[in-house]
């Protein structure tokens, strides 16, 4: 009962290769995931510390007359500064690490176009002072 049935071949479908536009968009996605990864990540403890911070309790109980309802305000335990820095924080658009390195060649090139000026101008103001004053 035993058959002698080869098994069938497998066909070997050959990789085309890929194209630099499909290279880059790969690389595109695989970053997006990895950000998105690293959000969720610091997302969930902040968003911990978030309800935490909105919580308001009572620091005290106290008896139900006039002095009682000035001291049962509710108190929150994260200062409102603190709240709403978090919230402009989070309107900020960053620069790309590309922007922030061209940005920072900018600052730097033009602190040593200044600092040469400066220093041509103290050469010739040292110049004059010297030729009118110390004759």
């Known amino acids: 009962m035993a058959t002698d049935k080869k098994p069938a071949k497998k066909v070997r479908l050959r990789k085309t290769p890929e194209s630099v536009r499909e290279r880059a968009d790969k690389r595109i996605v695989k970053k997006e995931t990895t950000t998105h990864k690293l959000k969720g990540k610091?997302?969930?403890p902040?968003?911990?510390l978030r309800r935490v911070g909105q919580k308001e309790y009572h620091p005290v109980p106290v008896p139900d007359n006039k002095v009682g309802r000035v001291l049962k305000k509710r108190v929150r335990i994260m200062p409102r500064y603190i709240?709403?820095?978090w919230a402009e924080l989070k309107l900020v658009?960053?620069?790309s690490k590309k922007e922030a390195a061209r940005l920072t060649g900018a600052v730097?090139?033009?602190a040593v176009i200044f600092a040469v000026v400066i220093q041509?101008?103290?050469v010739v103001f040292n110049?004059?002072?010297k030729i009118i004053f110390i004759k």
Do not use: A, G, Q
């Open 42 to 44: 610091i997302h969930r």
């Open 46 to 48: 902040l968003s911990v």
């Open 83 to 85: 709240r709403e820095s």
């Open 93 to 95: 658009t960053w620069p």
């Open 108 to 110: 730097v090139i033009f």
């Open 120 to 122: 041509l101008l103290d």
């Open 127 to 129: 110049k004059l002072f």
